[in-house]
């Protein structure tokens, strides 16, 4: 038999419960076997000082980005410019954008964490939450 985790109605207010066996359950909105990676929105916003602390803090956050790319994991990640352009210039980014699987809640935010641009204190504060995409299918 597989785990699958049932969330119901009642999970909009975080409530879930593990199932044991693979059987449709009257008020089923969605499930999925407990295991399964899921995606998670990391809205990551911006410090006072974020702009001078990006470029030193860079390389090592790209590099850490990386290894989700190269796990398949990665769906999309960037800055969000505080004006409409590709480059801001000195007025920098409100924060960054990354969507990833992860095992749990809990991983993405072990993993946001130890974001090397969490670590040189480029965000003031991370905003995480379960993402279900819709399109592109």
Known sequence: MMAIRETTAAA??????QLIGAC?????LRHRMVDEPMLYMILCHDSQDGLS????ARPDHLAYLAQLQDAGRLVLAGPLPRVDGEDPGNTG???SLI???FESLAAAERWAEQDPYNLAGVFSHVDISPFKRVLPA
């Open 12 to 17: 909009s207010v975080g409530v879930s419960r």
């Open 24 to 28: 449709v359950i009257s008020g089923i």
């Open 53 to 56: 602390r990006r470029a030193s």
């Open 93 to 95: 980014y409100r924060g």
């Open 99 to 101: 969507v990833a699987e």
